[in-house]
């Protein structure tokens, strides 16, 4: 997505809700946003992990997915938020789907810094 950031000293405010599904056993997998192609560092990355140990059978769970957070030190002007799937630090990659048979959306919202 592309977002007009209209100050300097405000905050974006992102969320994703919709579905995923790891198709997998003892695997984890890590939603994140990017801006600008980098994680957020102010105030701290906006990330969602979700991991599956089904004892020794794979698991097929589609299910309702929420996550948001606020990003900071982000300049006015022309923003590009990006989701992202990838590994969780210390485990193997699974099978990751997003948005599987369902809408899914991001919202972006412009806001005044967190304090």
Known sequence: ?????????????????GNVRMYSDIKCNR???????????????IDSVLYSDWAEKISNLHRNHFFQG????????????ELWVGKCPYHSLGDAYTGWNSV???MIEEVPPCR
């Open 1 to 17: 997505c592309s977002f007009n950031k209209l100050h300097d000293n405000t905050a974006l405010r992102v969320s994703y809700q």
């Open 104 to 106: 899914s959306r991001i």
């Open 31 to 45: 939603w994140y946003f990017k801006f600008n192609g980098n994680e957020c560092s102010g105030p701290l990355p």
């Open 70 to 81: 606020y990003c900071e030190n982000l300049a006015r002007g022309t923003v590009s938020v």
